[in-house]
């Protein structure tokens, strides 16, 4: 049972660079959600998903854009990446809102 | 607004004593509360919830949570620290303004330590 996936683990990228992180989760979960986890700051929203097809902003959007073309998977694009984006990366996933959040393992991104 | 504050970012214990990790909470409605806890180089994963059910709350290896309205207060509590339990612990809160979806708000995590 995986659970929740998150690919790559570790990347490195340059300023100006772009790239995406996947999310998968075998649940058939409704939700899915993306965090950034930086030192000292807790868990913090980027985007989010309440259904295939359907996206929203959370608290830190800006520099970020996400999709969810399948129920399954939840992508988060950095266009643009910039040395403030170097962060640890959460995907997590829950039937619905009121239910308990299930996390992936993370992506730690370094921008240089 | 809704808010969570964990009190201490880093609280050490010896193995065998009690385990106190301080949680308060701002909601204008009955909130639902979350504690996880996350190991080295893993994602988070979760401890216990309260769901306005019982007050006392028991979660997963051995803690446990009360929900005390009157102190907006959910702290997390282990009677007995094991070398194991060192982790970064969060509380969290469910948002309920409207347009929210649910989303949590998270604290800003207490690291716990474990002395032998």
């Known amino acids: 049972n995986a659970g929740v996936t998150q690919t790559p683990k570790f990347r490195v990228l340059k300023t100006g660079q772009s790239m995406t992180l996947l999310c998968a989760q075998d649940m058939n979960h409704e939700y899915m959600y993306w965090y950034r986890q930086d030192p000292g700051m807790g868990l913090r929203l980027i985007h989010y998903?309440?259904?295939?097809?359907?996206?929203a902003k959370g608290e830190v959007p800006d520099g970020y854009n996400v999709s969810r073309l399948k129920k399954q998977n939840f992508l988060l694009g950095l266009e643009s990446a910039a040395p403030s984006q170097t962060s640890v990366y959460f995907c997590?996933?829950?039937?619905?809102?009121?239910?308990?959040?299930?996390f992936g393992d993370g992506t730690r991104l370094s921008i240089l | 607004a809704q808010s969570v504050t964990q009190l201490g970012s880093h609280v050490s214990v010896s193995e065998g004593a009690l385990v106190l990790l301080r949680c308060n909470y701002s909601s204008s409605v009955p909130p639902y509360l979350f504690w996880y806890v996350q190991y080295p180089n893993q994602g988070l994963q979760l401890l216990l919830k309260y769901t306005s059910a019982a007050t006392l709350v028991k979660g997963i290896n051995g803690f446990e949570a009360e929900f005390k309205k009157s102190e907006t207060s959910f702290h997390l509590t282990k009677p007995s620290a094991h070398m194991s339990d060192a982790a970064e612990y969060f509380c969290a809160v469910r948002r309920v303004m409207e347009g929210s979806q649910g989303n949590l708000i998270f604290g800003k995590g207490t690291k716990l330590s474990v002395k032998p």
């Open positions: 998903s309440v259904g295939e097809g359907t996206t």
């Open positions: 997590a996933s829950s039937p619905d809102r009121g239910q308990p959040q299930h």
